[in-house]
């Protein structure tokens, strides 16, 4: 689990060789990990040099989402190499610091259906809101037009 942060993040992983099918792998996984969503995105990917520059359009998000990775091979870079040629592809693009994304597009197609349910709940408060203001209306005029009839 990665930090929510603005910062870059170190991401540590391994490749392996798979020796069964597609399905059997992701149902194998899913016992391990079970699946939390599912985030739909058409990528494209360009490598240069040690960075890997995904392009990312997100099903449920604006815009096109880059994201650059720098793979570190640890026999000729260290950390702080990685972090040069970080900052220098972030300088190139003008990516500014507040348009780095703290939060992972799971997170964010997350946060935003719950921005979604609240509107709908608060549009739905303001109906019943309104209906009851009716009935109280309907009311208060039925009282005024019994005591009319009255006198």
């Known amino acids: 689990m990665r930090a929510n942060t603005r910062e870059n993040k170190l991401s540590t992983y391994g490749r392996y060789p798979i020796y069964v099918g597609v399905e059997e792998y992701k149902e194998m996984e899913s016992v391990t990990n079970p699946v939390m969503g599912q985030v739909i995105k058409a990528r494209q990917v360009w490598v240069v040099g040690h960075t890997r520059i995904h392009l990312d359009k997100v099903q449920g998000l604006e815009g096109i989402l880059i994201e650059l990775e720098v793979i570190i091979d640890p026999k000729i870079m260290t950390h702080a190499d990685a ?37 709908v709940m608060e549009g739905m408060e303001r109906i019943n809101k309104v209906q009851e203001d009716d009935r109280m209306a309907r009311t208060y005029m039925a009282i005024v037009n019994n005591d009319r009839q009255d006198k």
């Open 83 to 119: 972090t040069m040629i970080m900052n220098h592809f972030v300088d190139v693009t003008g990516i500014q610091e507040a348009d780095r994304l703290t939060h992972s597009y799971m997170d964010m197609l997350k946060t935003k259906e719950s921005s979604l349910i609240d509107i």
